[in-house]
């Protein structure tokens, strides 16, 4: 049976040139780059030429970024750092009310265990979000702002940028992180611009393997690690590196950096299609607007069940998700603040590309949905 794979944002498959990276880093530079001797220096060269690549596609220095084992890892450190740090006297958190588990658990962990106070900041009632709303809610007493700059269940792009800057300008003493895992390598995410202190990205959204992360840490940025031991990535980040997922990564970003516009053209004109026949089917609703990341589109099917709709398009190969991966279909209460109604969270797919997506996989996607509509009613 033809598959037809269009669940991206839960995570990619790995490009020919980090599968490449990584078999070399398995079978030929497999030492240990903390070893003195020529099989740790070819280790070494793997894990620098790898940050090298990413520093660059972040536009900052190899020094400001760290290794970690996933996103999850890095917004973790990101933001217990920061409270640990920054948090003795200033004790409000502002964030979006969209954000991934890993942030809004962290935050969650800190609001009950150490006493800060999280505002969450909502959209407006279009779903839109407004700079100055997350600039309203900042005061004296605040530490940090965290912001996703994608949404990963249905692709809304957030004005990070704006905000941060405005954020900097007035209260400089905020500490900005971002979380731009569903940003990566599709949007500019340029941590000067941005006026980031720190931006959390992850290997496995972007063709690299699963199990590696990177934090970007702002120079001159208090930090302190999570995991403590040996000396690796400045003594900030403890145990042997991954090197082949590193290295894994490192080609994954070199091949993406050389045509995101490209890519991100071809995807918006499957999106655009795929909108348009959609729209031929009766009654299903597109809940990501029209100028939301082209990757991630999530839509309604009034009166099927998200896991009934998935189930059946997996039997005919074509695998999506009914929301975000990580809350294993369990509501994140996302949809309903981006202007869904309960009932219609309940019926969410998520669609989600990649540049390896052609029209074949959106006429497979479409007719598989109109026959479900079908069969699944009349069952
Ligand atoms: N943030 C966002 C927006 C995500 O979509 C994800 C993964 O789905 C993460 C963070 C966590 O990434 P990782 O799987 O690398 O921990």
């Known amino acids: 049976m033809t598959t037809h794979y269009l669940d991206n944002a839960a995570t990619t498959k790995s490009c020919n040139a980090a599968v490449k990276a990584m078999l070399r880093c398995l079978s030929e530079h497999y030492g240990n780059p903390s070893s003195l001797h020529r099989e740790g220096l070819e280790a070494q060269k793997e894990l620098d030429y790898a ?47 969209v954000e991934h588990a890993s942030v809004k658990k962290t935050l969650a962990f800190l609001s009950e265990n150490d006493g800060f106070e999280i505002v969450e900041i909502k959209p407006d009632e279009t779903g839109k979000y407004k700079a100055i709303n997350f600039l309203n809610a900042c005061d004296d007493n605040t530490v940090m702002i965290s912001m996703m700059m994608v949404n990963n269940e249905t692709g809304h792009v957030l004005p990070v940028k704006e905000v941060f800057n405005m954020v900097k300008r007035k209260f400089p003493h905020i500490i900005t992180h971002c979380d731009a895992v569903q940003a990566f390598m599709k949007y500019s995410v340029n941590a000067g611009s941005l006026c980031a202190d720190f931006i959390s990205i992850s290997g496995h959204k972007v063709h690299a393997a699963k199990g590696i992360g990177v934090l970007y840490v702002k120079k001159g940025s208090k930090i302190r690690p999570l995991i403590l031991g040996g000396k690796q990535e400045m003594g900030l980040r403890a145990g042997t590196e991954s090197v082949p997922l590193i290295a894994g990564f490192g080609a994954a970003v070199e091949v993406l950096s050389a045509d995101i516009d490209k890519r991100f053209e071809y995807v918006k004109s499957l999106n655009i299609l795929l909108r348009e026949k959609l729209e031929q089917l009766e009654s299903v609703r597109i809940l990501s607007p029209i100028d939301a990341s082209p990757y991630i589109i999530s839509i309604i099917i009034p009166k099927i069940r998200s896991e009934i709709m998935l189930h059946y398009l997996e039997a005919k190969g074509i695998y999506v998700s009914s929301g975000s991966a990580c809350s294993k279909g369990a509501g994140s209460g996302v949809p309903e603040i981006f202007g869904a109604t309960s009932e219609e969270a309940d019926s969410i797919i998520r669609i989600s590309f990649s540049c390896e997506n052609t029209m074949d996989d959106i006429n497979a996607l479409v007719d598989a949905i109109a026959s479900g509509q079908r069969d699944i009613m009349h069952r």
């Open 51 to 97: 940050k090298a690549i990413i520093a660059s596609a972040l536009n900052c220095d190899t020094r400001e970024i760290i290794f970690t084992s996933c996103a999850t890892e890095s917004t973790n450190m990101a933001l217990k750092s920061t409270a640990a740090a920054y948090g003795k006297r200033r004790k409000k958190i502002v964030t979006s009310a």
